[in-house]
């Protein structure tokens, strides 16, 4: 499981290439910022950061499973990685950013299209925040997705 928190994670890099198809220029884990966000928008000011339900401990989603062995070590960890999380966000929203929050789930159950339309649309409006995905789409069985996410990024300039 080493490096799955790395940089250039599979999820990460389906987002990318549908938010670059659709005209959107970022930068990418810009190190003078806290918590190096994985998509930084300048011209909006913006960084989406897009979180691993497992590692970052997505609240009730069916991806954020606890491992049955060493369960104090995983505790302690997920822990640290969930109060990392909440400062670097209050730290970025202190500098001033607009800031979103993309669980891996979101492009499983939205799909990276859907996902970067909603992105698109909150990067061009003024809202402060973004989570995704939205409650209700949450709130769908998990069986009514496929298992395996498909992480393939569609070819560019097709839809
Ligand atoms: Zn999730």
Redesign the pocket.
Known sequence: MAGIRGRDTKPERVLRTALHSAGFRYRLHVSNLPGKPDLVFPKYNAVVLVHG?FWHR?SG????SNPSSNSEFWAAKFDQNVRRDARNITDLGNLGWRVAIV????LRLQGDDDVALAIGKWLTGNRKTLIL?KDKE?RRSPSAVPAAPKWKPRKPGIG
Do not use: D, S
Not at 103 to 106: I, N, P, Y
């Open positions: 339900c997505h989603c069916w991806w954020c669980w891996e789930c979101a995905p949450m």
